[in-house]
Nanobody, 125 residues
């Protein structure tokens, strides 16, 4: 049974940094993808960053250059380092996973079958 558990959210002032973690368990796929998504209440979910088992990464334009996705395979943990945060980054952040590599539509999240419960990030100006 695949489980994804996020942590590391919180409140930070504009310009600050946070690192989100996602503990992954139950994954048996040799080829897989993991991603970070975010959602503001009443708005559509937005893909933030994705990484596959080869380490290939992809970012949304809104976070490129500020956020970094990485994975620690030894500890089965996915990370999202977020720098230069702004109020527009305020959202619930979700970790997600799927078997196989992600494709060009990854940002919609529709092809990710495993989801965590989310961790809230609030950035004040």
């Amino acid at each position: 049974q695949v489980q994804l558990v996020e942590s590391g959210g919180g409140s930070v002032q504009s310009g600050g940094s946070l690192r989100l973690s996602c503990a992954v368990s139950g994954y048996t796929y040799s080829s897989y993808s993991l991603g970070w998504f975010r959602q503001v209440s009443g708005k559509e979910r937005e893909g933030v960053a994705a990484i596959d088992s080869d380490g290939t990464t992809s970012y949304s334009d809104s976070v490129k250059g500020r956020f970094t996705i990485s994975q620690d395979n030894a500890n089965n943990t996915l990370y999202l380092q977020m720098n230069s945060l702004g109020p527009e980054d305020t959202a619930m952040y979700y970790c997600a996973g799927r078997a196989g590599p992600y494709d060009s539509t990854w940002f919609a999240g529709c092809t990710f079958g495993y989801w965590g419960q989310g961790t809230q990030v609030t950035v004040s100006s």
